[in-house]
Every structure is written in structure tokens, then in C-alpha cells.
């Protein structure tokens, strides 16, 4: 059986060699800082977005269009190819939407093409999490539709949950309410942020402290485990050029919960550019969200 092709998008924030390594094309959605526009071929390197941050620097971005999607998978289809498309949240973006249409609009262009899009519900390193078990799928022979009925029938099972520094930018950016963003920045609160149903941030706790708050991310996977019989294989980390603080998450994981394997890695400026300096998101499979 012929392997159908992955591809996704650099809010997975997976490591560049993974996409390598199982071949999946990757769409970027640009972001703009200082006046330039940088998408794959001159991204900034993750220390240096977020030192440009940190010195007051409000980077935006934009979601991949029609016309991009287009671009990657017309190649594909001509080659033959059946796609399967891992998107970023719809409930954080508009990238599933588009991608969605220009499957619709590359059906009737390419009758007979085959192109799968699922809305993954997720965002950053979850997405990845999300985007590894379709790779797994795919390379254990399983076919394109057998993989998007295991991804729709188990989006709804990843726990996913972020804490931040404050909730400026994820406010300046429209994704949590201005009441959050000020009860957020009070002195030494970190808000504790989940990933729910529909795939939108809403912040269900607030602690005091950060090292609590990198605590109570281990605590709350804990209690969504508790009736969790599945494996407990892997987890996924991502951060926000705070890696000692994510290792300090990983520890607790490990000791705790008993898990060997992870995979971590920074949170690209797509993601960063909402969540900010000093974000940690935490991702693994459970029961339920």
C-alpha cells in the first residue's frame, strides 16, 4: 500500500528534523516583528524573538490561506499523492478554515484527488502530539481514512494545558478577555490555562508564583490520569526560552507519573508571538480533555 503524505504547520512547533525525518511538508504562518515579515526561509531564531520581546517588541501573524495550501499540495496531487492535513486549532485560527476550502477547491480541480483535512484542537507542542500520532499511524500501514477516524474519534482525548508569565499578549492578541489579562497580571499570580473542547485558551486557575504554577501543570496532568488506563508512552513539552523551567516540568513528570520519554522543544515565533516569553505547554493522552 502506498504511504499517503502528512503535512501540518509550524505551530506544531515540532523540531525541523522530525518534519525531515517523515517527510512532511510543513505551511508556515508568518509572523511580522519590527517591520519584517519572516516566514521558513528567514525565521528568526527562537532566542532572538523572544529577546525582542522581552525588549518591547509586538510581533503579529497571519494564518496560511487558500492559495498556500493550494501551492504545497497541488505538487503532491499531480505526483499521485493522497494528503492528510494536521491543522492548527479552529478555535485559535482561521488556518483550518482555509485549508479546508482549498481541499474543497482542489477536488473539483483534481477530480479524484484525495485530501483528508482534521482539525487538531490544538495548539503548539499538542498539535505536534496530535500530528506524531498520525505519523505513527501512517508508517504502521495504516491507510488515510483509517488514520483521520483515529484522530477524530481521539482529538478529544489529549490533555493539554499552558501556563504563561502573564496574560498580556494572549489578551493583545483576542484570545483571553481583558478581565482574565488583568487578574493575570497581578503581583506574582500565574494564570493556568486549558486547551478545551473547541479547541480555545480558557484559564481555569490562578496560582501564586511560578515555580507553583509549573507545579500545578504536573498536578492537574496527574488528576487527568487518575482513571487512565491507556499507555503512558511519551509526552510533549514546548516552552517559551525558558527551558530549565521545562525541565523542571519534566522531572516532575518522570518522578511522579512514571513516564521515560518526552519530546520538547521552544515554542516558535507563531505561537510565541500570543503566549509570550516564559510559556510552558504541557501535552499528553488521557481519557478526556
Given at each position: 500500500?502506498?504511504?499517503?503524505?502528512?503535512?501540518?504547520?509550524?505551530t506544531?512547533d515540532m523540531?525541523k528534523?522530525?518534519?525531515?525525518?517523515?517527510d512532511?511538508?510543513?505551511m508556515?504562518?508568518?509572523c511580522?516583528?519590527d517591520?519584517?515579515?519572516?516566514?521558513a526561509?528567514?525565521e528568526l531564531p527562537?532566542k532572538?524573538?523572544?529577546?525582542?520581546m522581552?525588549?518591547?517588541?509586538m510581533p503579529?501573524?497571519?494564518q496560511?490561506?487558500?492559495?498556500?495550501?493550494k501551492k504545497?499540495?497541488i505538487?503532491l496531487?499531480?505526483?499521485g499523492?493522497?494528503?492528510?492535513h494536521v491543522a492548527?486549532?479552529?478555535?485559535l485560527?482561521?488556518t483550518y478554515?482555509?485549508c479546508?476550502?482549498a481541499a474543497?477547491?482542489?477536488?473539483?480541480e483534481?477530480p479524484g484527488?484525495?485530501?483528508a483535512v482534521v482539525d487538531?484542537?490544538?495548539?503548539?507542542?499538542g498539535?505536534g502530539?496530535?500530528l506524531?500520532?498520525?505519523?505513527?499511524m501512517r508508517?504502521?500501514g495504516?491507510?488515510l481514512?483509517?488514520?483521520v477516524?483515529w484522530?477524530?474519534?481521539?482529538k478529544?482525548n489529549l490533555?493539554?494545558?499552558?501556563t504563561?508569565d502573564?496574560l498580556?499578549?494572549?489578551?493583545r492578541?483576542?484570545?483571553v478577555?481583558?478581565?482574565?489579562?488583568?487578574?493575570g497580571s497581578?503581583i506574582?499570580i500565574?494564570p493556568?490555562?486549558h486547551?478545551?473542547r473547541?479547541g480555545?485558551l480558557?484559564?481555569?486557575?490562578?496560582?501564586r508564583?511560578?515555580?507553583r504554577?509549573?507545579?500545578t501543570l504536573?498536578?492537574m496532568?496527574e488528576?487527568?490520569?487518575?482513571?487512565?488506563?491507556?499507555?503512558?508512552?511519551?509526552f510533549f513539552?514546548?516552552?517559551?526560552?525558558?527551558e530549565?523551567?521545562?525541565?523542571?516540568?519534566?522531572?516532575?513528570?518522570?518522578?511522579r507519573?512514571g513516564?521515560?520519554?518526552?519530546?520538547m522543544n521552544p515554542?516558535?515565533?507563531?505561537i510565541g508571538?500570543?503566549?509570550?516569553?516564559?510559556?510552558?505547554a504541557l501535552?499528553?493522552?488521557?481519557?478526556?480533555r
Open positions: 500500500m502506498q504511504k499517503f503524505v502528512i503535512t501540518t504547520e509550524n506544531t523540531p528534523e522530525y518534519f525531515k525525518q517523515h512532511i511538508p510543513c508556515y504562518l508568518p511580522t516583528m517591520g519584517i515579515v519572516y516566514v526561509e528567514n527562537y532572538e524573538f523572544y529577546s525582542r522581552r525588549s518591547g517588541s503579529v501573524t497571519s496560511v490561506n487558500l492559495e498556500d495550501a504545497e499540495w505538487p496531487v499531480k505526483d499523492k493522497e494528503i492528510l492548527f486549532s479552529s478555535g485560527s482561521g478554515n482555509s479546508r476550502m474543497e477547491e482542489m477536488q473539483e483534481f484527488c484525495k485530501i487538531s484542537l490544538c495548539a503548539s507542542i498539535e502530539l496530535f506524531d500520532f498520525a505519523v505513527q508508517d504502521e495504516k491507510s481514512d483509517e488514520t477516524q484522530l477524530e474519534e481521539h478529544q490533555g493539554h494545558m499552558i504563561v502573564d498580556y499578549h494572549l489578551h492578541g483576542g484570545r478577555s481583558k478581565m482574565s489579562a488583568v487578574l497581578m506574582n500565574k493556568i490555562i486547551v478545551d473547541e480555545r480558557t484559564v481555569v486557575d490562578k496560582v508564583g511560578r515555580k504554577s509549573l507545579t504536573v498536578d496532568m488528576e487527568r490520569l487518575k482513571d487512565y488506563d491507556g499507555p503512558r508512552e511519551k513539552i514546548s516552552h517559551g526560552d525558558c530549565e523551567d521545562a525541565m523542571f516540568v519534566v522531572k516532575q513528570i518522570q518522578e507519573l513516564y521515560k520519554e518526552f519530546v515554542i516558535g515565533a507563531t508571538a500570543h503566549a509570550g516569553p516564559g510559556t510552558i501535552c499528553f493522552l488521557g481519557n478526556d
